[in-house]
């Protein structure tokens, strides 16, 4: 029996041969469950994995995009409580600023006050001092006239001391 003969046997016929077909039937099934047991179910095993892998990415994915949000609101909080913090630092500085000024103008204003007072006081000492040297300066001149007027000597405490009356009741007109 040939190759040629068994295909030419089964179309000489011109019929089904149930030999034919059994043989057919068994080789096919006996070729699943071949490739069940050595293609079909690791096949299945590696798509399962696969499956649960990309499955577990999505979701890693999903997690990560979540912490991301997460994280960009929080970095959002904080960059506004920062800006808060700057803007309250800023008001503050001012408000410190504002007090020094304050504190500096007053300052200023006193020291001017004390000065313009010394002054006066410093120039009252002068005129005073003026006023003494004047009245030195008269009292020794009214002497000197005196005793010319009198031609003669009077004692120079007795006249100082009748000069220096006359002045001080001349100052109690004024």
């Not at 068994?6 to 043989?23: Q, R, S």
């Not at 959002?76 to 600023?97: F, H, M, P, Y």
């Not at 009198?150 to 004692?155: A, C, G, I, M, R």
């Amino acid at each position: 029996m040939s190759f040629d003969y068994l295909v030419l046997g089964a179309t000489d016929h011109g019929g089904f041969n149930t030999l034919d077909i059994f043989a057919t039937l068994f080789f096919f099934v006996l070729l699943l469950v071949l490739l069940k047991k050595v293609a079909w179910g690791p096949l299945m095993g590696i798509m399962i994995q696969r499956e649960e892998l990309i499955a577990s990415e999505i979701e890693a994915a999903e997690n990560s995009r979540q912490e991301s949000a997460r994280l960009l609101e929080e970095q959002r909080d904080l960059l506004k409580e920062a800006r808060t913090e700057a803007l309250a630092i800023v008001e503050n500085a001012k408000k410190q600023g504002e007090v020094s000024r304050e504190e500096i103008i007053t300052t200023a204003r006193s020291e001017a006050a004390r000065l313009k007072e010394s002054a006066i006081r410093e120039i009252d000492t002068e005129k005073e001092r003026a006023i003494a040297a004047v009245r030195e300066e008269v009292v020794s001149l009214s002497v000197l006239a005196a005793s010319k007027v009198l031609e003669k000597e009077v004692s120079e405490e007795d006249n100082r001391a009748l000069i220096e009356a006359t002045i001080a009741k001349a100052g109690e007109v004024k």
